[in-house]
């Protein structure tokens, strides 16, 4: 496996241990202590790895580029859990929800900014490197904000739609969560795939922003 295949998947690793925990603290905030009390607010990986999401994924996906796909890698760790009876504001669920991607577009707007105001001074490897996380981290928020369940996008769709709005879609998440996790992620996947090029272009476009350089 190449170095350079390594460090991404180690980066996609802890990017999504730490949008996991971002949604634990922010329900925590908010008063649901349940990821707190399920040992949940931990940096442990061992805590979050799920097989799937954060091993066997991101391993398919990469070979699957061989077929022409483009470089996505995509991951998920174990979801960390939240009681939303506990949550009693009217966007608190909005909020536990945007947390995840919120962090992953955070770590993609600090190492951006280092590009952009420090890139003449780094090491052609280190620049490598910052980049590797802006790009992981920007594809990571772009998917989860897809507004399809499970993904947080659903959620914070939900949280921001009218009345009317709020309740057709409700209706449409309900029916969709029948089809269970894994098939509603096949399906997710199979439409971030089939959109990838213009996926692509919206990377391409945010990282030249933060970063000021292009991909």
């Known amino acids: 496996m190449q170095p350079d295949l390594v460090f991404s998947l180690l980066v996609l690793f802890i990017s999504v241990i730490l949008h996991e925990v971002a949604h634990g603290y922010m329900a925590d905030y908010l008063g649901d202590p349940t990821a707190r009390l399920q040992g949940r607010l931990t940096l442990n990986p061992l805590s979050h790895v799920d097989p799937v999401g954060t091993i066997l994924l991101p391993l398919l996906l990469w070979m699957g580029q061989g ?22 504001g009217k966007h608190d669920e909005l909020l536990v929800a945007g947390a995840g991607p919120a962090t992953n577009l955070a770590l993609a707007l600090l190492f951006g900014l280092l590009i952009r105001f420090g890139g003449v001074a780094m090491t052609p490897e280190l620049l490598s490197a910052f980049a590797t996380i802006v790009s992981v981290n920007l594809v990571l928020a772009i998917f989860n904000l897809i507004p399809i369940p499970p993904l947080d996008g659903s959620k914070v769709l939900a949280g921001i739609l009218p009345g009317g709005l709020a309740h057709a879609y409700a209706h449409f998440r309900l029916n969709f969560e029948r089809f269970g996790v894994l098939s509603g992620t096949l399906f997710i996947l199979i439409i971030f795939y089939i959109l990838s090029p213009y996926f692509y272009l919206l990377l391409q476009w945010l990282f030249q922003l933060i970063t000021g350089v292009g991909m």
């Open 67 to 88: 077929f022409g796909a483009h470089p996505f890698l995509i991951g998920y760790a174990k979801p960390v859990p939240y009681n939303p009876h506990n949550l009693p």
